[in-house]
């Protein structure tokens, strides 16, 4: 693990690989951590820089984002302090929503795009309210109760054990303060639905065959949207097909990065 000072915080991150082709900049979902992108750090990091941070308020990077701004900015202060112009950039989940954001605030800085398991939807009046609502239950009950609620929503049922106790794990280890905070900088979130039609870079869109939180009717939103953009369902996976589906996942990563111009 590394870690890089920036204005306002301190991200924890890793960094490995060999420096040719383009770099991968991997954002993990809520409530994980970096350690969430393990089979992928080991599959791609044999052959090009992959860089993995934990976003502020997860894993070790401390702190709280005050706005949902505040997530691109970090990422791009990161990219700016290890001298990385582009990155090919994958998302998962809320990493999905926050990879869209920095390709519509910084567009310059992504030559690739995989958005897994994610919306691209804003937030409901409903859903805002719920987001709020499970902001102040995770600062009050801590995560406990969150992440044994949520683990085979997370995977599925059929996962590998292992797969399922890691998921608890990082869920339990999450500091609820700073996952309150991403919640409450959620709610407030931009919808980026009328922006899709506008991505001019290789995409691939990923989703769980299972995954119950953003179903595949979610997916095909974005991968319809986007011009020439790759649909990849992932049968049997939940949430998180990069962890149950590890081999679908990388092959669809791969095909990706083949189309990334210059590769």
């Given at each position: 693990?590394?870690?890089i000072a920036l204005e306002r915080t301190v991200l924890a991150y890793e960094d490995v690989g060999p420096d040719r082709g383009t770099p991968l900049l991997l954002v993990h979902g809520h409530p994980f951590d970096r350690s969430m992108w393990e089979p992928q750090l080991r599959h791609f990091g044999a052959d090009r820089r992959v860089i993995v941070p934990d976003l502020r308020g997860y894993g070790a990077s401390g702190g709280a984002v005050p706005e949902w701004s505040a997530f691109v900015d970090d990422l791009a202060a990161l990219l700016d302090g290890l001298r990385v112009p582009r990155a090919v950039v994958?998302?998962?989940?809320?990493?999905?929503q926050i990879a869209l954001e920095l390709w519509a605030r910084q567009?310059?800085?992504?030559?690739?795009?995989?958005?897994?398991?994610?919306?691209?939807?804003?937030?409901?009046a409903s859903s805002r309210a719920a987001r709020i609502a499970?902001?102040?239950r995770l600062s009050h009950d801590g995560m406990d109760p969150y992440a044994v609620e949520n683990l085979y929503l997370m995977v599925s049922p059929d996962a590998?054990?292992?797969v399922a106790r890691h998921v608890l794990a990082m869920m339990r280890s999450t500091d609820p303060a700073g996952a309150a905070a991403a919640q409450r900088a959620r709610a407030d979130r931009p919808d980026r639905r009328a922006d899709l039609a506008a991505v001019a870079v290789p995409t691939v869109v990923v989703v769980g065959g299972e995954d119950s939180f953003t179903p595949v009717a979610d997916a095909r939103v974005i991968a319809d949207g986007v011009p020439g953009a790759e649909l990849v369902v992932v049968d049997g996976a939940a949430h998180m097909p990069n962890l149950e589906g590890p081999d679908a996942f990388n092959a669809a990563l791969q095909r990706l990065l083949d189309r990334v111009p210059g590769d």
């Open positions: 693990m590394r870690t994958v998302g998962l989940s809320m990493g999905g567009p310059g800085r992504v030559a690739g795009l995989l958005i897994a398991d994610t919306t691209a939807a804003g937030e409901t499970q902001a102040q590998p054990a292992e």
